[in-house]
């Protein structure tokens, strides 16, 4: 599953019974936490009146929707508070007149640069950031009847993707939250986690916790037990003891592209004992690359060459190459960086 889109708004069942089941869950399990997600009409006394009925859960915390990218966000609520970072302030604020709880604010990528509202939650005096949430998208049309895919009668609307595929928007935007000195707030990350790497990914870029949706779906609840494993094997092969110890140890080494060493420069080395001459590699550079690898021989006895005046090591020929291993890439020490 490279991910899923998501036309459907929140759900149908009535707030009675959505509170009374966080209670009873609570009631269940009080070791475990429980974080409400809530999402009103941007008025003031929506809020305390929605707060007002939560805070006696027992629940630990509220996560604020300020991220759903469709549905509601035509209604006012959801994305069209985390675009407007006054918005994402005003009702925070709100928000954190009655909270007897920790507040974490959601907010949408869908957005140009994801710090402003992520400021404004800090000035409003959340506890949290949470993010992201889904992007807005469509994910193709029925070829025979021109319906957008999904469609309700032959309709169809824009929707959130999730899933695997918005992993990398995650962790640029986690990290540009997590890196500024103007939030300074724990985040909480989401987009695309499946396996105790992609957490330990958003770790390592400054998230203190992480959430897991699209693949729970996926593969069900045993997933969280697969996450634990293997981040605690991990966490031992490097002699930590807690993934605190993980947070934002990679935020150092991110920096403009302006401070990268120009000089640097890679070069492909292809392993002609494990080339299964499938040319994958030969097309991609030449369609599109740097023209860097050439047949030599003749038929039946053609192997591929790698021209080292022309390789730039944009890795786009181990990208696609099916065997693992077979190209490599080795630094080319002082070289000048080739135009």
């Known amino acids: 599953m490279v991910g899923i889109n998501n036309i459907e708004l929140i759900s149908d069942r009535p707030t009675e019974v959505n509170i ?37 859960t027992g629940a630990d915390g509220y996560e604020l929707n300020f991220g759903c990218p469709h549905g509601m966000s ?84 824009h929707g959130g993707d999730a899933g695997p595929a918005v992993k990398p928007i995650a962790l ?6 997590a890196a500024d000195p103007e939030v300074g707030l724990p985040v909480s990350g989401i987009g695309g986690i499946e396996t105790w790497r992609d957490a330990v990914d958003f770790l390592l870029l400054g998230a203190t916790t992480v959430q897991v949706g699209t693949s729970v779906m996926h593969y069900g609840f045993r997933l969280a037990d697969d996450l634990v494993d293997g981040l605690s094997t991990y966490l031992r092969s490097k002699g930590l003891h807690s993934p605190s110890e993980l947070v ?40 599109g690359a740097h023209q860097a690898i050439r047949f030599e021989g003749s038929n039946g006895t053609s192997h591929l060459v790698v021209e080292d005046d022309y390789c730039v090591g944009c890795r786009l020929c181990q990208y696609v190459c099916p065997v693992e291993g077979c190209i490599t890439f080795e630094e080319l020490e002082g070289a000048a960086a080739i135009h």
């Open 20 to 56: 009374a089941e966080i209670a009873e869950v609570k009631r269940r399990y009080p070791n475990h936490a429980v974080v409400i997600s809530l999402m009103v009409e941007a008025k003031r006394e929506a809020w305390h009146e929605i707060l007002a009925r939560c805070n006696d």
């Open 248 to 287: 934002g140890k990679a935020l150092p080494m991110i920096g403009d592209w302006g401070q990268l060493d120009q000089e640097f420069r890679l070069l492909a080395k292809i392993d002609q004992e494990r080339c299964i001459h499938c040319n994958l590699c030969y097309a991609a550079c030449n369609d």
């Open 172 to 177: 640029n935007m986690v990290s540009q939250v």
């Open 74 to 157: 035509e209604r006012g609520m959801g994305a069209a508070v985390g675009q407007v970072p006054d918005y994402c302030q005003m009702i925070t604020e709100w928000v954190m007149e009655k909270a007897e709880m920790p507040v974490l604010v959601k907010l949408t990528p869908n957005i140009t640069d994801i710090r402003y509202p992520a400021r404004a939650a800090r000035a409003a005096g959340a506890d949290g950031i949470a993010l992201i949430n889904t992007i807005s998208s469509l994910i193709g049309v029925n070829l025979d009847t021109w319906a957008p895919m999904p469609d309700v009668r032959g309709r169809g609307s």
